[in-house]
């Protein structure tokens, strides 16, 4: 999906039998295990009470060990938050981005949990404005900014604003893109609907991922991940967890990306195209909520050799 395409709807899914439901259920859990799901999340909110300190995943400290709060990544254009992730004690990793727009206003993707000292450096740099859930899964704070921000727009991927509703308040959908809505953000960047996966019929992650003109980055939030190898990492962050991790989304997840949520003729074709609309795209960086950001050596060829 791009920004000047006409709006993709979304299918209304009918009931389905009790033992179905129930093993799309298990399925679904089965597959949650692969991101940073908004159910799991729940019970890892007791365990995530170290924001700040150094993982394994997205290295947010300088070399002294100061912690980074914020980093700039494009000069007063775009810049990330990093922090650990935890989920049963593993620390999967998770990095904002956080767009400043033409006008100044702050754009904000797969927000992080907003603690006071990244509320406020986060202020330092501008008004949150938009605040965006690229997927089904990178939810779990969506809520809590924009009760933080009430006058900035909550947009959700295609579908969700209808998946969520009475739960989390999203003001807007992408799958339902306006010409008047255009102006806020939407010309600042082009965007890919992944719409070529789905489980029983249903989209599973539903992700879009955003180029930002200004500052060639693209940001992908699960259809592609890079957790690094552990080489020459203190061996307290890098554990058989984490290396447990890296082999269950490398070797176990990738496969069942590419072969059960894009199962099909259809849906390969589908996964090919998407691949190439991302080539298209004008980028020299992406940042990846999982991982590390990539901005040397062929970043546009990345993404097939990922998912291809
Ligand atoms: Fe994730």
Not at 60 to 76: A, C, L, M, S
Request: hydrophobic letters at 35%.
């Amino acid at each position: 999906m791009r920004a000047s395409t006409s709006p993709k709807r979304i299918s209304i899914v009918v009931a389905t039998p009790r033992t179905t439901q129930t093993l799309k259920r298990k399925t679904r859990r089965f597959f949650l295990l692969s991101s940073s799901s908004s159910s799991l999340e729940e019970k890892r909110e007791d365990e995530n009470k170290n924001a700040f300190k150094t993982c394994w995943s997205n290295h947010p400290q300088t070399e002294d060990g100061e912690n980074i709060i914020v980093k700039e990544v494009v000069k007063n254009k775009l810049y990330v938050c990093e922090r650990q992730f935890l989920w049963n004690t593993i620390d999967v990793g998770g990095r904002m981005a956080v767009v400043k727009l033409q006008n100044g206003e702050l754009w904000v993707h797969s927000p992080i949990d907003l603690d006071e000292e990244t509320k406020k450096e986060i202020e330092k740099l501008g008004e949150v404005k938009h605040i965006v859930s690229p997927n089904y899964e990178h939810l779990k704070y969506a809520k809590m900014w924009k009760r933080a921000y009430p006058n900035a727009t909550l947009w959700g991927c295609p579908g969700l604003k209808e998946k969520k509703r009475g739960e989390i308040p999203y003001d807007k959908d992408l799958g339902d893109v306006k010409e008047e809505w255009k102006d806020e953000w939407l010309n600042e960047f082009e965007m890919v609907h992944w719409d070529c996966e789905s489980l029983f019929s249903k989209p599973f992650f539903n992700e879009v991922s955003f180029a930002h003109k200004e500052s060639k980055c693209l940001m992908v939030t699960d259809v592609y991940w890079n957790y690094p190898d552990g080489e020459g990492m203190d061996e307290k962050l890098y554990t058989f967890k984490e290396k447990g991790w890296k082999f269950l989304m490398d070797v176990i997840y990738l496969p069942i990306y590419k072969n059960v949520l894009c199962f099909g003729e259809e849906k390969k074709k589908k996964l090919r195209a998407r691949v190439e609309d991302v080539e298209r795209l004008d980028f020299d960086t992406i940042v990846p909520c999982h991982g590390t950001i990539v901005k040397d050596g062929d970043v546009k060829n990345t993404l097939r050799k990922h998912l291809l």
